[in-house]
Structures are given as C-alpha cells and as structure tokens.
C-alpha cells in the first residue's frame, strides 16, 4: 500500500540520480542512462539473473523504507531481444513486489553487451557498500565468463574490489565461485575470512560434503586448526580428506547415534589431530601415564613447555591458607625426593648408535 | 628437465633479464664493471621513488613476482648498515656470527628459501658503495680489535651467484687479509668459482657450501648445482688451499633420507680431505607459518612441509623435537664415524641447549662459546 493510498503504485521517486563510475566510464565510455521510464514488473524477467551478483536478504525496514518514501535511485534495466532484464536493484524489486507494487521507475541502459551492464552493476554496488567475498568471487568469475581478459581483471578489476591484482588471488576467487551452495552458506552464515575459505576452497566437492557437517559446530579457529590438520596428513599419506575421513576410528566415531553433532565434531578433530602429530601425542600420552606413576596430585598442576621444545616444567597451585599452602609444598618436596621424578623427562637418555 | 639456463651452476651464470640502475649509483665503480659485464643486457635509470615503486608494482603484479624478480638485477645504494651481528632466533642458541649484507635475494629457486617470505624487493639487489662498506668494516671490527670473530656474506643472498659480474670475492680477500683474527666466509650453493681460482687463498678464508642429499637438491633446490658438482667444486678449492665449510641446512626429513644424506657426506669425505674443512652445521628445516603459504603456493608438489612441525620459541615452524635430534643424530654420526670426520668442528645452528646436550654432549653457556669451539682449528 502506498501512502497515497493507491495499491499498486509506488510513490514519486525523490530523486533519480545516474550513478556516476569514472572507472568505468574510462573501460566502456558507451555505457549510459539513455532514458528513465516506468515499468510494469511484469515486463521485467526476474528469472534472467545473468547480471545479478548477490542473493539479497530483504529485511522488514528496507520494505519500510521502499514503502514510505519510494525508490530514492531507480532500478537500472537493459533491454534483450523483447524483454527487460535488471541490471542493479533486485532488492528493490523483490521489496515492491512483496508490497504489491506493479509498476517501478527504472534507468534504462544503453548496454548492448553484458559484460558493460553487468560492470554498472557492480559499479553501482560498489558505490554504497564493499561486496562480500562470494560476491567479490562471483563478480571475476563473471568476467572471466563475460570474455574480459585476465590481465584486464588483474590491472583493473580486482585493485578496485580490493583485492591484490595477482594470479594466485584470481585463481582462489575463482574457486570459490565454484564452491558447493553449502559451503557458500557457511561462509555467510560462519563469516568466515579469506584464510578459512582459501582452505575450504582447495577441497574438493565430495570432500566438501563429508567435512561440512563437521566444521559447522565450531569457531573459527578451531575450523582453520581442524583444515590445516586434514591437509597436512592428506599431504604426507596422499590420500584426500574424505579417505582421511573414512578411516575406521572416525568412521566409528560418525555412526555413533547417541553423540550429538557437537561431540562429534569434537571427536573427530581430536582423532584428526592425534593423526597430523603422532608423535606429540605419544609423548603427551606418556607425560600423562608418568603423571599418574608419580601419584601427582590433581590439584597442583604441572605443564611441561610447549610442544616439549624444552625441558622445562611449570608447576601452579593455589591456596587461601597457610596451612593449604604448606600442604601442597610438603606434597611436593616429597614428589622432588622421590627418585622417579625423572621419568617425567622421558627424553633424557643414554647415546645410541643411529641405524642408517 | 631442469631449467639452468642463466643460472649459477649452470654452463652460464646468472645473466639478468634487465638491469635497473639507481641515479644514486650511477658513479659507484661497481656499477660501471657490473654494466660492461653484462653487455647488452637491457638497462634503465630510476631517477626517483616513483620511478622506482612503478618498476616494482610491475613486477609484483606479476602471476610469480619472485620468479620475475630474480630476472632484474637492481644496482642501488645501501643506506642503512652493510654489517650486523647475526640475530640469531629467540628462544635458541646463536654463534655470534656477523654478517656481511651486500646483495639481497638469490637467483636460485629453493623451495624452502625463508626470503621468499622475509624480503620485501623480490628483485636480485646489489649494493654498489663498497667504499662505504669498506669503511663501516673498519669500524665494526676496530671496536671489536683482538677478538676472534666469524664474518661472512650470504645471509640474505647467495656469496658467489654475483661473483663473475662483481668480483668481489677477491676483494674482500684483500680486506680480510689485513685482519687475521677474523674468518670470512663466503657461502654459496654454486659452481662459481673462477675469480677464486685465481686468487692466492687468505689463510682466514673459507669458502662454504650448502649442501642436501642430492634427492632434495634435485627437487627443492631449483637452479641449483648438482651436489655432485658442489663437491667436485669444493676439491678444486681445497687443491687450491682453501679452507672450506659445509652447511648440512635445512636438514629434511624424506623417504630415504638416511641414505640419502650417508651417500652426501661420503661423498663429501671422498672429495675434501678433513683436514681442510674448518666446520660443518647442521640445521632442522624451519620456517615461519607465513613462509609456509608461499611455498604451497609456489611449489605446490612439494613434500618438505610434510613433517611433523610444531610451532618452536621462536614462533617458526620446526620438527618436533624427536624428530629433529633424530636428524641430528644421525647426520652427526655420519659424520663423526668417518676417520677425520670426528676431528671437523660441529655445531647446530639455531638450535636449543637441550638438543645440543643430546646431540653433541655438551651445552654451550651462550654463543661465544659456540664460536670458540669453532677457531680451535684455526
């Protein structure tokens, strides 16, 4: 409903204002707004979606907005055979519709080919907001399939998304253009950065499907730690993650009905993890086998350095009294006098002849 | 097949794809002998910062600005300090090396190369004021008068890629000559040894090679010699009456590689007698996370990066320590088991007191003890 009162009519544009992109001017100076008109939605094919870059997400105050004071900038349309194809404004266009609306003011295009149209249109995005890095992907993807050469992309194109103009950026784009719509939404959904989904992007799209699932539940981090985990041991066994993925402790961990997704997860990157690094976790394992030996009491704790890099230890306990305080320090002097302590330098030991 | 053209250790050394000169070196003398060197390689100017950041930028947009920038050799002025105490790593132990930077990148291609990630100009840099060199020695090691010292070139560029265009491996030996407490080092991975055939060799020289199993050379090390012809080069230096180094560093865990590095060090042995080797190190591929990215990139096939690493006090990416002593270990065993070989000063290059305890059987108190135990043999 209008505020005028008149279903079906959107209230007078404020203003209609062409877009000016002086980059783009200079790559196709032909492009331009040869007219602006109203149109009727229905001449408009929305299932021709060829220029479209992003998939929006219409909130109630944007159809607020479109409601109560109109289209400030017209929807920019070209024209194909007999039909009308948008270029920019599919947001606009899907809030009319659900408002009813059936007729729109539009800018007309002189655009004959699509490559031109489609750059007005991120001209125009670009202009009032940075795109995501799906949209960024599907812009270059675009291009590339538009016929732009690929050294016209890295100059010019990709400096002016922010993206560093070199191949290797390309190519990760381009590849994540290709990634499952999944993925695509967990990329939204996780706003995961460029550092994850560059790792996302070299999985295949079967691998893609068994390690979904798996990387939902967690963070960030902890999916960056959970990828570099499965890449190094597909490395170094060369085999692919979903093999990794299908070896019989996971796979046993995954059938298991009465975890849920979390735990799972969970499981799985503990399994992943004892695999990348083997030896740490034997060496870990048996750091904590000497603990047990020793009888080291749960509450005082005792950290070796990180990744045994050195034979340091560190030993932490609180207290809130001075006779908590003396217990504990008695219960260590008696650790320290007990001559098994040195197992827990499981490392210190005799020369051996290496065998070559 | 191997792509040597232009490269050191191939039949033509390096030879740049362009040469681009800065204003301010125009004068140096070094640049005019580099210039007729290289003949009709095309050259430029750069007058300003403009000029200069613009003939950056096209190399950087490059599809592998590394690999473009090794094709241009850039003349230009070291404005900063020429000489600097090694900084060693944190967190490990150094041997109070002091190095000598006078050109920047290497136009060999090793995958595991920690420039690749450490230096902002992917181009080939030489510094062409040598008298500011010259002078800047003389100050470093008047301060520093009567002490034993380890000096070298190559921390940031190989010593001889340049040689044949510079010679200025003869040069230093005319400076190190009036300073007999220190030992200069030159450290190279190349064949490029002519100018030093030709030089009477200073007692306090020493000229070094890196060195792998030659399963790794092939594979990892992109434009390098053979190690077969290292070594043939290392004999005809130590003919001559040089002393000589060998670096074992990195040290790579790969399918083989006990084998591959007793076949290296027989070799070695073979080739140079003991007595004329100064010292041997031994180092663990490292490398910082960043350093990683690069070389997946890069060299996408790859299997250095398949090892157990973990992230060492340093923040660099390390075998995990069983691992890494027993690289060591073995590498060291190797080489102590060969008669002479148990006589050659040892040492770890950046590695932690505990490895050295279990390694060698002995913790140096700080890096001067390291250095110490290398000038016994002086």
Partial sequence: ?356 | MRKNRGRPGSRNPYRPERVLIDVRSLDDSLTRKVLAKLGDVPRDIIRNPGEKKAALAEIKNAPDPLSAGKKILWLTVQRGKFVKACPCTPGYVGCNYVTINLNLQCPLDCSYCILQGYLSEPWVTLYTNIKDLWSELDEFLDRRKGRYLRVGTGELGDSLALDHLTGLSAEFFSYFRRRPEVDFELKTKTVNIDCLLEIEPPKNAVVSWSLNTEAMAQAEESGAPSVARRLKAARALAARGYRLGFHFDPLIRHYGWKRGYAAVISALFKNVPASRIAWISLGALRFPHSLKKVIEERFPKTHILSGEFVLGKDRKLRYFRPERNDLFETVAWLIKRTGEGANVPLYLCMESPELWRDVMGWTPKGKRSVQESLSLRR
């Fill in chain 1, 1 to 356: 409903m209008s505020p005028a009162g008149e279903p079906g009519v959107i209230p007078a544009p404020l203003i209609i204002a062409a877009p000016e992109f002086p980059f783009f001017v200079r790559i196709y100076p032909m492009t331009k707004i040869v007219e602006r008109k109203i149109l009727s939605l229905s001449e408009i094919d929305l299932a021709d979606d060829r220029l479209k870059i992003t998939d929006p997400v219409l909130t109630d105050s944007f159809k607020a907005s479109v409601r109560d004071v109109g289209i400030l900038q017209p929807p920019a349309v070209v024209r194909r055979g007999k039909r009308w194809i948008l270029v920019s404004g599919w947001k606009r266009i899907s809030a009319c519709r659900e408002l009813g609306v059936t007729s729109v003011p539009v800018c007309v295009l002189d655009a004959p080919r699509d490559i031109q149209a489609f750059l007005w249109a991120v001209g125009e995005n670009l202009a009032v907001r940075e795109l995501s890095i799906l949209e960024k992907a599907k812009v270059l993807a675009r291009l590339r399939k538009f016929g732009l050469p690929a050294s016209e992309i890295l100059e010019k194109i990709m400096p002016m998304l922010g993206i560093p103009g070199r191949k290797t950026y390309l190519d990760l784009h381009l590849a994540i253009d290709r990634l499952s719509p999944e993925a695509k939404h967990m990329i939204i959904a996780k706003n995961l950065p460029i550092a994850v989904v560059q790792m996302l992007s070299v999985f295949s799209r079967r691998d893609l499907e068994a390690l979904l699932p798996l990387l939902r539940p967690f963070g960030q981090n902890k999916q960056r730690e959970f990828l570099e985990d499965l890449s190094e041991i597909a490395r170094r066994r060369r085999v692919t993650p979903r093999q990794i993925l299908g070896n019989p402790e996971i796979a046993a961990i995954l059938s298991n009905d009465r975890w849920p997704a979390v735990q799972k997860s969970e499981r799985v990157r503990a399994s992943v993890k004892r695999m990348r690094h083997p030896r740490l976790t034997a060496w870990e394992t048996e750091f904590g086998t000497a603990l047990k030996k020793l009888g080291w009491p749960e509450d005082i704790g005792l950290e070796p350095s990180p990744f045994f890099e050195d034979d340091r230890m560190t030993v932490t306990f609180s207290f809130k009294t001075a006779d908590e305080f003396r217990r504990r320090v008695d219960r260590l002097h008696n650790l320290a006098a007990d001559e098994r302590i040195r197992i827990l330098w499981r490392h210190e030991k005799k020369p051996r002849t290496p065998r070559v």
